[in-house]
Structures are given as C-alpha cells and as structure tokens.
C-alpha cells in the first residue's frame, strides 16, 4: 500500500496545475445551457420556458452513496458497512468484481437484496486492463454481461474509472458509473464536466461527482468532509446528482470510519433540512429514463406533463430575475395557464429545442 500511495502521488503530483476542468466541481455543460436559456429569454421568446423539473415530486437535487468492494477484507466489511448506512436510512449500491479477487457467494448476494441494497457489477477483475485492447474487451464484456444476469445487476462500474464511452453499446446494462466530472486525481484525466446523469447510446451515465474516498484519504491526506461539503455545495446549486464513491476496503481505520460517519450524518441533514433526494442508483436510471419518455403538453390552457411516471413530475419554469436565471417549480397538480400567444411561442420552442428530453436531459450529443 506504501509503495502504491508513493507511485501514485508522484504520477498526480501536477493535478493542481490543471485549469480544465475546474476543481473541485465542474459545471461546464450547466454553465452552458444556462446561458442558452437567459439567452432566450432576453429575446423574448416568452417571458418563462416551461420545462420537466429534474429530479422527482419536486426534489431540488439528489445522492448516491456507491461502494466499490475490490478485496476480500472488503467484501468482508460489506455487512458492517450496511449497518453503517442504515444507522442514517441511507441505502447504497455494493459494486461486485466478479472473477480473480475474491470468491462472490450466492449468500453474501442475497444479503445485500435482503437488506435492500444494490448490487452492481464492478469491471471484471479489476486489473485495469478492460479497454486496453477491442478484441479483448469484447471477450470481457460478453463475461461481464454474463455476470450482471446472474448478478441481477442493472448498473457497471470499470476499475479505476478507466472509461471509452465509444465501446459502450457492447455492455448490456442500463447505465454506468464510470466518468468523472473532474478527473484530476483519477489515473484517466479530464471528465464530462457536468453534475447531471447523461445518455450514452442505450446506456445512461451516472457521473461520479465527488473526490472517491481513497484518493481523501491518500493523495489529499485529509480525514475531514469539508472538501465532499464543499463539492456537494456546488453541486446542489446546479440542482445536480452528488455521487459518492466509499471503498469498505479503506474503512479499517478508524479516522477514515469517523470521517465516513459524518458524511453519512452530513447528507442526512440535507435530506432533512434542504429536502435532497437520496436515493439508489438504480431509482436515479429509473426516474431519468422516465422523464426522458415524458412530454409537457398543453390541457386547455394549462401545461401537463404526460409519460411514465409523470405523477412524480413537476412542471418549471426558466424565468429571468434582475437578468439572472432562475428556475420556479410548480408545487403537484399546480398548471399556470399561460396566454394563448405564449403558449404557442413556447411550444415552438419546446419543438425546436427539445427541452424535455435532450437539452435539459443532457444527451450525448450535446
């Protein structure tokens, strides 16, 4: 472990360097769609674009909490590790590797489902090598494919966040978990510099959000949550996915254990007091892929939201105070009517832009 955290350090050594893109948190693809929107609003397409709020029954950004279990002591703290979580009623996904590191009992599977868990695949041994070659990595995945049915394992996430967005349409799950928004400490730099979940193909990405735990802990040598306050912060200004990465493996040590205990305290109070939706990764695939199926359409005069799970949808409006952008969310079974003539520029726009699936989505594409 010395002699990693040393290589390591040394291979990271110029990541304060790096102006692109920003640390701690990077909003480039927010930052960008917002100006489109003020943009369109000082021209006077309408005096408010209505669109389908991000996140769930009006939710004003959302969590995860992932566990990527990469040795045998680890897999062996997973159970503690629930009781940790469940101690602040945050459920989590266990990513699992399948071959080489350590033996996957049907028993310690069941466990995490039990106790309502989630299970996802992690790469496939975990020597960092999956998308070194093409050939090879179509073996691989048809192994990893494989596991994830056996599994019962909608998500994937590659070791060391090594990721080739191009090869995905070869992994057969729903969505991954594999890119950064800000890579500086990661081995593979750069990042997709957002905090929103995107579509790659068929496949929806979870963007890792936060510094992973490990690299806190051993590259920063820091034992304190202020950096993760300070990401999560941000993050929530966006109205984004604050995605966390926690190794049971690292958690031995008593300060990193402390100090993962008062992040789990710390998310807790911002889903009691800032009303953040903490949820699994696979209800954030769920939702997302819903709301990308929904549609706002007019009913009368008013503005209705119809698709899959649109009960749990809510309508917003991008609106312009004192020339800066600001969203309003429509509290469940509130429609504004707007004006006829509104109504039909903004439906234009709707048209013309797709707000409700690829803009305010943020598909590949863009």
Known sequence: MAVRKHLQRVQLRDWEEIRFPA???DVTVELILEKLLV???QAGWADKIPFIWFWPDGFPSCAIMTHDVETEAGRDFCSGLMDLDDA???KSSFQVIPEGRYRVSESFLQEIRRRGFEINVHDLNHDGRLFNNWERFLVRAERINKHGREFGAAGFRSAVLYHNLDWYGALDFSYDMSVPSVGHLEAQRGGCCSVMPFFVGKVLELPVTTTQDYSLFHILNQHSTDLWKRQTARIMEKHGLASFIIHPDYLAEARARDTYKSLLAHLADLRSQRNMWIALPGEVNQWWRARSQ?????EGKAWMIEGPESDRARV????LQDERLHYEVEPQGN???PPAEEYARVSRLTRTMAMGDKVMMH???L
């Not at 929904?294 to 007019?298: E, G």
């Open 23 to 25: 640390w701690p948190v």
């Open 39 to 41: 943009c369109l609003l």
């Open 88 to 90: 602040y009623r945050i």
């Open 294 to 298: 929904m549609k706002l359409v007019p």
């Open 316 to 319: 917003a409006y991008a609106v």
């Open 335 to 337: 429609c504004r009517r």
């Open 363 to 365: 598909e590949q594409e």
